[in-house]
Every structure is written in structure tokens, then in C-alpha cells.
């Protein structure tokens, strides 16, 4: 079935947008000003579970910091995939006056017209556009801009990823003889992609039994990095690859070294059975229940939230793992591209909609995005919301959290990380045909680089097809 064009794809989106926006607009309330008393500021938020009472209280904090506001705030999901509520309220006229946006979609609803350029709101409140951006974190700020303006601040940095290995396990290994005495030094992490293969090699068990061989304990799995994209991203910049160049709008999922990345996950697939390894991973399906806090999966890479889960997880009993003596956690290995080269910086950023046209509202939603991203009470609390850091350099919160030598290592990445997922109005697209790139080059379905050659034409296409509603430029 042939793709649809641009056009029709916005007039479908429109004329879904006007049926589902008139019955928003039939239940909206007809009064949000609090009886005149208080201006009402608006959020859509992604944050549920138990994180929404930590976002609440936050949101308790700001009203009675500034008493001239309140806050109305809703539980709105949204990912890369499924938007479609905040597209209709935009067309609908019935949009919030703050949205979080994840970072990989700012580029994207910039380019729909979703969001409202900052810049010179930012200036009426006598706001240095220019210094601000010295503020952050360079790929937090740059995820934020789209065609030279900044059209979201970046609320919560999220440093990807730290190398993590469990020594009490592999010391359990070593003593029953598993792993040959003096093989390697669990105090000593791989410091090199070259090592990380040997420790691969000596830390895997396979099991003899009477179907055959069985895959008791692996090491590190390539492919496991919070998902098949973010896997690429890691290790395709590892070995110094680049896949986007935002001066010419080239899709480069093709850059030989990325190829050459994958191809190293394809070996390792290979080397250690993907099936038994999907088989086994599939046996663990809680965040109690990691692979790494039980002994199955050695080395691993970790998010900020997995160090938090070993500290909820995985510190009573014999199953406990003191940072140090049992389990630590270092930089990942370093690649052909140099040191910290696979480091990145994701995070959810907070933008306006464009058609918030009150200049009132317009001014209250900016004083509460930069309370909370540029602010020390709002980084603060922001930070304890979703266990991520603050993208502002001087929020409070890094001297309290660098005493944590784990949360130090998380910081490093901050500090020195010069990559963002690809800042390009066709992010979505671009991560599902990479994340379907790896899948049929580790399933041996295609390789690498012809999986990876699909992903970068199929991008480009949709990429060319996107930009040419307005000029072609990138």
C-alpha cells in the first residue's frame, strides 16, 4: 500500500483533530480562573505511578512560591509513537499551557507547528537567550532548538549510560572454579571494548543437559541498552560513528562505523546464541526480578533509575549488593572512538503550545518552566521526581548528589557527553527504522550494513518529505 503524501497525512490528522477537539471542548471547564482570584496555569505531565505524588508536591511548592498562580495539571501520556491528544487539543484550541515534551519529539512538533517559539518571550522577560544556552548542558540545550530557536527548556538531563558489573557473583564464579582463578580482577573493570570481550567470553555459562546446552549466565548483551535503538545510538557512537548531519539534513545511519558497531553486535549475537539469550531474558519480568541483581546477567549497562532499583531491589539478604564490595559502576568501555564517546544525554523537556495566544498565560506558563528547569527550588524537586539531574550547570543538586560516588560517574556523563539523539523533524521514524535495522541484523536476517543502508534511505526519504513543506531546508 503506498505511503500517504505529507499533505494528506495533516488533513487526515486535521479532520480527526476537529471531531476529537469538539468534544474536548465540550468538556472543558468553563472557568479556570479560581474565581478571578488566581491566574490558572495548565500541564499536561507524563509522570504516574508513584512518581506523580513526588511531580505533585513539586507542584504544591510553586503555588505557594508564587501566590499569584495555580496550577491544573493532568496525567497526559506521550511518547514517540502516540501523541495524538496533545495534536488534537492544538487543533482544537483547547491546549495546555505547559507540555512535557521528550526530547526526540521537540524537532518534530516544532516543525507541525505544535509548540511556541521561546525566544522572544524569553526576551520580554528580559531573558539573554545567548547566556541562557551557556546555562545548560550543551545536548540538553540542543535538543531544545529547532531552525536556530528555542522552542523547549530542557526539565530533567538524563545521562546515558554507566558500565555496571556484579563482583560478588563473579567472585561466586571464580570460587567454584566457573571462571579460572587470576582469568581477571574484578576490581579492575574492562576498560576497552577488547577487554569487554574477554570478560564476555569468561564470565558466560552454558549448561549441559539432556535437550542439549543451556544458557545459565551471560555477560554483557549489546542489543540490551533500554532497546534496540538506544543500543545503536550507544555503540554506534562508541565506535565514533555520527548519524545525522543537521548542516546538510543527511541521514548517515550508513557511516561505516556504526556499521562496523553493529557488526560487533552481530558477532556477539552470534558468539553467544541470541535466541537463548532472549530466552532467558524473557524469564525476568520485573524491575525486583533484573537479570544483573540475580546473578544471570553479569555486566550490563545502567540508567540513573537502575541504581536506585539495586538500592530498593537488591539490599536485604543474601541477594544484597553493597556499591563497592559487591557490584560498581565505571564509564563504559572505550571504543574506537575515544574516551566517554558512547556517553549521550536524553530527558523530558517543558514547552508552550503555539496556539497559547494570552500574553498573561503565555508569561505564567514561562515562569513555570523556568522554575523548574532553571530554578534551585524547582531542579531540585525536578531531580527528585524522576531520578534524573537537572539540565542547568549550577542547580544545587549536584553538590548533594555528587557525594553518591555512583551518581558521580552519572555526572561525568553530563559534564562531558557531546551527544543528543539527532535533532530532525523525523526522529520517530528514524528510531523505529533503527531499532528494526538491529533486529534483522542480529536475527541474521540481513547485514549490517544492508539493514542499516534500509534504515538510512527509508529516514532520508521521510526526512526530504517532511522538510519540503517548508523549503527543503534542514
Same mark, same amino acid.
Given at each position: 500500500?503506498?505511503?500517504?503524501?505529507?499533505?494528506?497525512?495533516?488533513?487526515?490528522?486535521?479532520?480527526?483533530?476537529?471531531?476529537?477537539?469538539?468534544?474536548?471542548?465540550?468538556?472543558?471547564?468553563?472557568?479556570?480562573?479560581?474565581?478571578?482570584?488566581?491566574?490558572?496555569?495548565?500541564?499536561?505531565?507524563?509522570?504516574?505511578?508513584? *512518581?506523580?505524588?513526588?511531580?505533585?508536591?513539586?507542584?504544591?511548592?510553586? &503555588?505557594?512560591?508564587?501566590?499569584?498562580?495555580?496550577?491544573?495539571?493532568?496525567?497526559?501520556?506521550?511518547?514517540?509513537?502516540?501523541?495524538?491528544?496533545?495534536?488534537?487539543?492544538?487543533?482544537?484550541?483547547?491546549?495546555?499551557?505547559?507540555?512535557?515534551?521528550?526530547?526526540?519529539?521537540?524537532?518534530?512538533?516544532?516543525?507541525?507547528?505544535?509548540?511556541?517559539?521561546?525566544?522572544?518571550?524569553?526576551?520580554?522577560?528580559?531573558?539573554?537567550?545567548?547566556?541562557?544556552?551557556?546555562?545548560?548542558?550543551?545536548?540538553?540545550? &540542543?535538543?531544545?532548538?529547532?531552525?536556530?530557536?528555542?522552542?523547549? $527548556?530542557?526539565?530533567?538531563?538524563?545521562?546515558?549510560?554507566?558500565?555496571?558489573?556484579?563482583?560478588?557473583? $563473579?567472585?561466586?564464579?571464580?570460587?567454584?572454579?566457573?571462571?579460572?582463578?587470576?582469568?581477571?580482577?574484578?576490581?579492575?573493570?574492562?576498560?576497552?571494548?577488547?577487554?569487554?570481550?574477554?570478560?564476555?567470553?569468561?564470565?558466560?555459562?552454558?549448561?549441559?543437559?539432556?535437550?542439549?546446552?543451556?544458557?545459565? =549466565?551471560?555477560?554483557?548483551?549489546?542489543?540490551?541498552?533500554?532497546?534496540?535503538?538506544?543500543?545503536?545510538?550507544?555503540?554506534?557512537?562508541?565506535?565514533?560513528?555520527?548519524?545525522?548531519?543537521?548542516?546538510?539534513?543527511?541521514?548517515?545511519?550508513?557511516?561505516?562505523?556504526?556499521?562496523?558497531?553493529?557488526?560487533?553486535?552481530? =558477532?556477539?549475537?552470534?558468539?553467544?546464541?541470541?535466541?537463548?539469550?532472549?530466552?532467558?531474558?524473557?524469564?525476568?519480568?520485573?524491575?525486583?526480578?533484573?537479570?544483573?541483581?540475580?546473578?544471570?546477567?553479569?555486566?550490563?549497562?545502567?540508567?540513573?533509575?537502575?541504581?536506585?532499583?539495586?538500592?530498593?531491589?537488591?539490599?536485604?539478604?543474601?541477594?544484597?549488593?553493597?556499591?563497592? /564490595?559487591?557490584?560498581?559502576?565505571?564509564?563504559?568501555?572505550?571504543?574506537?572512538?575515544?574516551?566517554?564517546?558512547?556517553?549521550?544525554?536524553?530527558?523530558?523537556?517543558?514547552?508552550?503550545?503555539?496556539?497559547?495566544?494570552?500574553?498573561?498565560?503565555?508569561?505564567?506558563?514561562? /515562569?513555570?518552566?523556568?522554575?523548574?528547569? /532553571?530554578?534551585? &527550588?524547582?531542579? *531540585?524537586?525536578?531531580?527528585? *521526581?524522576?531520578?534524573?539531574?537537572?539540565?542547568?550547570?549550577?542547580?544545587?543538586?549536584?553538590?548533594?548528589?555528587?557525594?553518591?560516588?555512583?551518581?558521580?560517574?552519572?555526572?561525568?556523563?553530563?559534564?562531558?557527553?557531546?551527544?543528543?539523539?539527532?535533532?530532525?523533524?523525523?526522529?520517530?521514524?528514524?528510531?523505529?527504522?533503527?531499532?528494526?535495522?538491529?533486529?534483522?541484523?542480529?536475527?541474521?536476517?540481513?547485514?549490517?550494513?544492508?539493514?542499516?543502508?534500509?534504515?538510512? /534511505?527509508?529516514?532520508?526519504?521521510?526526512?526530504?518529505?517532511?522538510?519540503?513543506?517548508?523549503?527543503?531546508?534542514?
Amino acid at each position: 500500500m503506498p505511503r500517504q503524501s505529507a499533505t494528506a497525512r495533516i488533513i487526515s490528522l486535521s479532520l480527526v483533530g476537529v471531531a476529537v477537539a469538539t468534544v474536548l471542548l465540550l468538556v472543558r471547564p468553563p472557568d479556570l480562573s479560581l474565581q478571578g482570584r488566581r491566574l490558572v496555569v495548565t500541564i499536561w505531565h507524563p509522570w504516574g505511578g508513584a *512518581t506523580l505524588e513526588t511531580f505533585q508536591n513539586s507542584v504544591n511548592v510553586f &503555588e505557594k512560591s508564587h501566590p499569584d498562580l495555580a496550577c491544573k495539571t493532568l496525567y497526559v501520556p506521550n511518547d514517540l509513537s502516540a501523541s495524538q491528544k496533545f495534536f488534537t487539543s492544538v487543533i482544537g484550541d483547547c491546549a495546555p499551557d505547559v507540555i512535557f515534551v521528550d526530547g526526540p519529539q521537540v524537532a518534530e512538533w516544532a516543525h507541525r507547528g505544535l509548540l511556541l517559539p521561546l525566544d522572544d518571550l524569553l526576551a520580554a522577560e528580559g531573558v539573554d537567550v545567548a547566556g541562557l544556552k551557556n546555562d545548560f548542558f550543551a545536548p540538553c540545550w &540542543e535538543q531544545g532548538l529547532y531552525r536556530g530557536k528555542v522552542y523547549a $527548556i530542557t526539565y530533567s538531563a538524563d545521562p546515558n549510560f554507566c558500565f555496571v558489573w556484579n563482583k560478588k557473583m $563473579i567472585r561466586q564464579a571464580i570460587e567454584r572454579g566457573e571462571i579460572p582463578a587470576g582469568a581477571l580482577d574484578v576490581d579492575k573493570p574492562p576498560a576497552t571494548l577488547a577487554q569487554l570481550d574477554r570478560w564476555n567470553a569468561l564470565v558466560t555459562r552454558r549448561v549441559k543437559t539432556a535437550t542439549g546446552d543451556r544458557l545459565e =549466565r551471560i555477560g554483557l548483551v549489546p542489543w540490551g541498552v533500554y532497546g534496540n535503538a538506544n543500543s545503536i545510538f550507544t555503540w554506534g557512537w562508541a565506535f565514533g560513528g555520527q548519524f545525522y548531519d543537521p548542516a546538510t539534513g543527511k541521514v548517515t545511519a550508513d557511516d561505516p562505523r556504526i556499521v562496523e558497531a553493529l557488526e560487533w553486535m552481530v =558477532r556477539h549475537a552470534r558468539e553467544y546464541d541470541y535466541e537463548r539469550i532472549s530466552n532467558l531474558a524473557s524469564t525476568f519480568q520485573s524491575e525486583a526480578r533484573n537479570p544483573f541483581f540475580l546473578g544471570q546477567q553479569m555486566l550490563n549497562l545502567a540508567h540513573m533509575s537502575m541504581i536506585a532499583d539495586i538500592d530498593r531491589f537488591a539490599s536485604e539478604g543474601e541477594g544484597k549488593l553493597e556499591y563497592g /564490595r559487591d557490584y560498581g559502576v565505571c564509564p563504559i568501555p572505550q571504543g574506537p572512538g575515544g574516551l566517554n564517546a558512547a556517553a549521550w544525554v536524553g530527558g523530558w523537556t517543558m514547552a508552550i503550545p503555539a496556539t497559547i495566544t494570552d500574553p498573561a498565560r503565555r508569561r505564567a506558563a514561562l /515562569r513555570y518552566i523556568l522554575w523548574n528547569c /532553571r530554578q534551585p &527550588e524547582g531542579t *531540585t524537586l525536578a531531580a527528585r *521526581t524522576n531520578r534524573c539531574f537537572p539540565a542547568w550547570k549550577d542547580a544545587p543538586f549536584f553538590p548533594e548528589a555528587a557525594k553518591d560516588p555512583r551518581l558521580a560517574q552519572f555526572i561525568d556523563i553530563l559534564r562531558s557527553s557531546r551527544h543528543q539523539r539527532p535533532v530532525m523533524p523525523a526522529q520517530a521514524f528514524y528510531m523505529d527504522q533503527l531499532g528494526r535495522a538491529v533486529d534483522k541484523a542480529i536475527r541474521g536476517e540481513l547485514t549490517p550494513a544492508q539493514a542499516l543502508g534500509r534504515a538510512s /534511505r527509508a529516514t532520508q526519504e521521510r526526512l526530504d518529505e517532511v522538510l519540503a513543506e517548508q523549503g527543503g531546508q534542514p
